[in-house]
């Protein structure tokens, strides 16, 4: 019987421990997209409804099945989400008519902010508005910008942190787009 | 030489009731607390409204902070579009509708005080009255069990604690002594 305190403390104390470490874990970035795209492995891409920039609808990847997706991370306060808005659009025309495109994801700013720049560069592709983050940290996505090509099976077939840039669309795109699906 | 004496009954009487008393108040406390937000929540509904009004209620989704201390671009956009909202003359209530439409719910630095959310206001409550519940039960499983023991001090048949019993009659002799 006196043992019994003795062990509620240490599961007490395991627990708020284990809390922690979970805590400390699960703030970092999550690679596990990463860990399966350097093993060869292709993941389903979590796809969820959410509202489309300028519009009182509601888009998803899911819309696209049989293409391929450019998904592009953004947000009007991220510079470097700027810098790469005109490659972006310009990759967009290249996609047209090769059953594939670019698709946007805004983060966490009022609609306005967004479609500033969707005017200034003339972006035709379509955005959806991530409110919550939910997709984005379905994606491990901690930083903007960030770019994943998904094949036309609904499987992210690579990945780039950071802004992208032309050659690294040339050593990515062409051989995802020559896939039947 | 006087004997070990085990706390009475109405001792313990006394101490539980202290424990109950305690409880009580805790729960009461906070059963105000959740009435004035609520009516802080009530009132806010006609107010006009100001940033500084707002920005200590609801958060940098990027940053993670409340948004009156947070600084960085993404804040500075946030509290320029709170601005325009107030501009047109929005009460507190209606900007925060509005902030979460663009922003998400996560936007709010407290949840609303509403069906499943009311969890957040009371679960610390009743893991209080919980953690008092259980100290109270060990408490006194702990003292019983120290009565149980041989005590360490002076008594009258060189080993054995004083019954319940002798305890009582010694009581009353005592007293019986006294002027």
């Known amino acids: ?181 | 030489m006087r004997a070990v004496r085990r706390p009475t009954l109405a001792r313990r009487r006394r101490a539980s009731a202290l424990a109950l008393v305690a409880l009580l108040v805790l729960l009461a406390t906070t059963a105000g607390r959740l009435a004035q937000v609520s009516s802080a929540s009530a009132a806010d509904t006609g107010a006009h409204a100001t940033l500084v009004d707002i920005e200590d209620e609801v958060m940098c989704t990027q940053c993670g902070t409340v948004l009156n201390i947070a600084e960085s671009l993404p804040a500075d956009r946030q509290r320029a579009y709170i601005s325009d909202l107030v501009a047109q003359g929005l009460t507190k209530d209606q900007i925060k509708e509005r902030l979460v439409d663009q922003y998400g719910e996560g936007v709010l630095a407290m949840p609303r005080n509403e069906g499943f959310n009311r969890a957040v206001y009371l679960l610390p409550v009743l893991a209080a009255v919980m953690a008092l519940g259980l100290v109270f039960v060990l408490a006194r499983r702990w003292r019983r069990q120290a009565a149980d023991e041989p005590h360490a001090g002076f008594s009258l048949d060189g080993g054995e604690a004083l019954s319940e019993q002798d305890d009582r009659r010694l009581d009353a002799e005592l007293a019986a002594l006294d002027p």
């Open chain 1, 1 to 181: 019987m006196r043992r019994a305190p003795a062990i509620a403390v240490i599961v007490a104390a395991a627990a708020l421990v284990g809390l922690l470490t979970y805590g400390i874990a699960s703030s970092g970035t999550d690679t596990t997209i990463d860990s399966a795209l350097a093993r060869g492995e292709r993941l389903r891409a979590p796809d969820m409804a959410l509202p489309l920039l300028d519009s009182d609808a509601t888009g998803s990847i899911a819309d696209f099945r049989g293409k391929v997706v450019v998904l592009n991370f953004w947000a009007s306060w991220c510079e470097p989400c700027k810098q790469e808005l005109p490659l972006l659009q310009k990759t967009q025309r290249n996609l047209e008519g090769r059953n594939a495109t670019l698709l946007g994801v805004d983060l966490e700013e009022p609609e306005r902010d967004a479609m500033k720049w969707v005017r200034r560069y003339g972006l035709t592709y379509p955005s959806l508005r991530d409110l919550d983050r939910k997709l984005a940290r379905d994606y491990g996505t901690t930083s903007y910008p960030e770019t994943f090509v998904i094949d036309r099976d609904g499987r992210i077939a690579a990945r780039q942190r950071g802004p992208v840039d032309q050659a690294w669309l040339d050593a990515t795109l062409p051989k995802i787009l020559a896939e039947k699906g």
